[in-house]
């Protein structure tokens, strides 16, 4: 059997830092980590909440034209 997670959005944004700011201050999300090099971060509201990234970041070449959604998945043991 398999346990599906939450789905979790992945946003590009210019500034990671300025966008978790704007999460927290204008709609009440908590900010949840920021990687050093600020180029990836998360906030949360309860139980969900977006990942955001910088363009550096992007994980492929092509033209980004709207989110991601990233669903986990992971196999239960009997």
């Given at each position: 059997m398999t346990s599906i997670g939450k789905p979790v959005?992945?946003?590009?944004v210019a500034d990671v830092e300025r966008a978790q700011q704007h999460y927290r201050d204008a709609?009440?999300?908590?900010?949840?980590w920021l990687e050093p090099d600020k180029g990836?971060?998360?906030v949360s509201r309860g139980d969900m909440g977006p990942i955001f990234f910088g363009r550096g970041r992007r994980r492929s070449k092509r033209p980004f034209t709207g989110c991601?959604?990233?669903?986990s998945m992971r196999r239960m043991r009997n």
């Open positions: 959005p992945e946003l590009p709609l009440g999300f908590e900010i949840g990836i971060g998360a991601l959604l990233k669903i």
